[in-house]
């Protein structure tokens, strides 16, 4: 059965300091994949997607994403965060699975 | 920006009573989807409807559960006898299509149900 897993569930990490969170899925076909974050209190919204090409993806608020196949990974990346990233971080495959979520916490 | 709505934004229920969940989706869309995320667990699709039926659904979604679009604008969820276990938070989502061809689902805030 397909799925999608996160391995980090809680990560802190102080301002600038660069961002890497794991996604893995599961899956063998062709699979479009999701980051989406939810801030404190706020809606899910979408970070960046991939569906085909490029397998660098970037995203909105300096986010970008790697598809490596080989690895069945699509890691969310941010080289610098910023107290503002303090939110949850969900991976997602277009057949409506959703990993568990990262909590992020940056400190100022 | 055009946002997905859900009323109520708490809803407190006891076990075995019916419970209605509300979403109005974004006014253009044409795919609708109902989600829930247990307190610690992952956010689990529940169903996905359109063209006034559902199109997909989860394991989760049994004969407990209906999805109905009364209206052009408001996509319900229904529990029709609540179990302690259906206590989490759901979402509602639409698309303008499919995701698989490249629309993103937007979500709502949620509606937190409390089942006691």
């Known amino acids: 059965a397909q799925s999608v897993s996160q391995h980090n569930h809680h990560v802190i990490l102080s301002e600038a300091a660069s961002l890497e969170l794991g996604c893995n899925y599961s899956?063998?076909?062709?699979?479009?994949l999701f980051w989406y974050v939810q801030y404190p209190g706020q809606h899910l919204q979408l970070l960046l997607k991939?569906?085909?090409?490029?397998?660098l993806v970037k995203g909105i608020k300096g986010f970008e994403a790697e598809f490596i196949k080989s690895k069945f990974s699509f890691n969310l990346r941010k080289p610098s965060v910023q107290w503002s990233d303090t939110a949850e971080y969900f991976c997602?495959?277009?057949?409506?699975?959703f990993g568990s979520g990262t909590k992020l916490n940056v400190k100022p | 920006e055009p946002e997905v709505t859900q009323t109520p934004s708490h809803q407190v229920t006891q076990m075995g009573q019916e419970v209605i969940l509300r979403c109005v989706p974004i006014s253009n869309h044409l795919y609708f989807y109902w989600y829930r995320q247990i307190l610690g667990q992952k956010v689990e699709f529940l169903v996905s409807?359109?063209?006034?039926?559902?199109?997909?659904k989860s394991e989760i979604f049994d004969d407990q559960f209906s999805v109905e679009r009364p209206d052009g604008s408001n996509f319900t969820l229904k529990i029709r006898s609540t179990k302690l276990e259906d206590s989490a938070m759901y979402f509602c989502a639409s698309s303008e299509a499919g995701t698989s061809l490249t629309h993103e689902q937007y979500f709502g805030p949620g509606t937190r149900l409390t089942v006691t």
């Open positions: 409807f359109y063209n006034n039926e559902i199109s997909e």
């Open positions: 997602a495959s277009d057949k409506f699975y």
């Open positions: 991939y569906f085909s090409g490029d397998p």
């Open positions: 899956y063998g076909g062709t699979v479009n």
